[in-house]
């Protein structure tokens, strides 16, 4: 099992471009979620999705969209990019039926290292 | 305002000594802690966790104490390795959100 798979790895945009990373989980899990790290910021969550069909907002979603195809795809969009937003994105999962459970793991993705020039 | 914090960007430490590595919430309501674990260019794993019911929990050489009066937690590893060299966060979930501390990068050198 390849667990979370994100694409790109690494991506270069100029101001004003736009973009989707794009995420799969192959675990059957129900919640997926985005973070940003940033240096001396740890793991900021943008948006998650408790289940297919539903996406919220998290700590950071301005900026940004999110899609949950279906049950395994969970993809974020940036529609202008901004060098604010120049981060590692990480993708996570977890089976949890409510985003978040006390005791639920999160699976991440590698991440994708994103510059925004 | 960081709910969770880690107040020690780095920690080093020698092959087969102890590591501390602390963590300070605010929240009293936080009901569960988690470490997490991350090497460079890897996502974060999940390394242990501990109920706000508890005051430890030990998984092979890794303990989490847990001390709510002082809103503290703190992961011990024994004896240090090389291999653990990563940056480590602690988190607790609130409501819908797992919030992550900043992180504290620990280098076990030989």
């Known amino acids: 099992n390849a667990g979370v798979t994100q694409t790109p790895k690494f991506q270069v945009l100029k101001t004003g471009q736009s973009m989707t990373l794009q995420c799969a989980q192959d675990m059957n899990h129900n919640s997926m979620y985005w973070y940003r790290q940033d240096p001396g910021m740890g793991l900021r969550l943008i948006y998650y999705s408790a289940s297919e069909g539903t996406t919220d907002k998290g700590e950071v979603p301005n900026g940004y969209n999110v899609s949950r195809l279906n049950k395994r795809e969970f993809s974020l969009r940036l529609e202008s990019a901004a060098p604010s937003q120049t981060s590692v994105y990480f993708c996570?999962?977890?089976?949890?039926?409510?985003?978040?459970?006390?005791?639920?793991?999160?699976?991440f993705g590698s991440g994708t290292q994103l510059s925004v020039l | 305002d960081q709910q969770v914090k880690q107040n020690s960007p780095s920690l080093s430490v020698q092959e087969g000594r102890i590591s501390i590595l602390n963590c300070d919430y605010t929240n009293s309501m936080f009901d569960y802690f988690l470490w997490y674990k991350k090497y460079p260019a890897e996502g974060p794993t999940f390394l242990i966790s501990?109920?706000?019911?508890?005051d430890k929990n030990e998984d092979g050489r890794f303990t989490v104490f847990l001390n709510k009066s002082a809103k503290h937690l703190s992961l011990h590893i024994v004896p240090s390795q090389p291999g653990d060299s990563a940056v480590y966060f602690c988190?607790?979930?609130?409501?819908?959100?797992?919030?992550f501390g900043t992180g504290t990068r620990l280098q076990v050198f030989p």
């Open positions: 988190a607790a979930p609130y409501t819908d959100k797992l919030i």
């Open positions: 501990i109920s706000s019911i508890k």
């Open positions: 996570a999962s977890s089976e949890a039926r409510r985003a978040h459970s006390s005791n639920e793991k999160l699976f």
